[in-house]
């Protein structure tokens, strides 16, 4: 009789049981990832927490039924822990909310055409896509935080150059100049005359200029220059 003694199972099954769910959790916590590693590294201390916790009322259960029902409900509080996902997502609205205020600042440019917007916009939201995909890459809060900086100040840097349209009124120009040669040229005219042609000359190129920077597209450009 006094060599009677009882091997305990029920308990340390059901503890084993939680480590297992613990360690399956935190794999899946792991393989998140849209997560950093620290809040994969928060989320696994919850799950641990809980576990420490369910071995605890393990521990204070008395029956077979009460530390299966505590085993239970300690995996049922570990299997739905996962880890929050607020840093990148957060990362790339900033870099989304920089594409939207370029591309707002682009369409303002009285200056550019509407093909050279559209190619500002696409370079813009390349950049855009690419520091997005960077996020992803990151791993940690502050690699997100410097890819972050480094897309948005990427994307602000999207300075279009206008070309068609200064273009344009340096043509025009030219032909002015041009023009006003050719008119002091006239031996038949007197310098009243030429004066007079050349003012003329002048407004008409006023006209065009004017219309070249109501123009939209290159097309529009090229029309109003011609």
Not at 23 to 37: G, L
Not at 38 to 64: H, L, P, Q, T
Not at 99 to 112: G, P, Q, T, W
């Amino acid at each position: 009789v006094d060599n009677v003694n009882p091997v305990a199972k029920a308990k340390p099954a059901a503890k084993a049981a939680i480590d297992a769910a613990l360690k399956a959790q935190e794999k899946a916590i792991d393989a998140k990832p849209e997560s950093t590693i620290e809040e994969k590294a928060a989320a696994k201390e919850e799950a641990r927490a809980k576990a420490e916790e369910a071995k605890a009322a393990i521990d204070a259960a008395d029956s077979n039924a009460d530390v299966t029902a505590a085993k239970e409900a300690g995996v049922g509080t570990i299997t739905p822990v996962e880890p929050k996902a607020e840093v990148k997502p957060a990362a790339k609205q900033a870099i989304e909310n920089a594409y939207n205020n370029k591309v707002a600042e682009i369409e303002k440019r009285s200056d550019l055409t509407t093909e050279e917007k559209e190619a500002a916009k696409a370079e813009a939201r390349k950049l855009a896509d690419a520091a997005k995909v960077n996020v992803d890459k990151a791993t940690t809060d502050a690699g997100v935080a410097v890819v972050e900086q480094q897309g948005t100040t990427k994307v602000a840097n999207v300075d279009p150059l206008a070309k068609a349209k200064p273009a344009a009124k340096a043509a025009i120009d030219a032909a002015l100049k041009a023009q006003e040669q050719a008119i002091d040229a006239k031996p038949d005219s007197t310098k009243e005359e030429k004066e007079a042609a050349k003012e003329e000359a002048r407004a008409k190129a006023e006209e065009a200029k004017s219309a070249i920077d109501k123009a939209a597209s290159n097309g529009d450009v090229t029309t109003a220059k011609d």
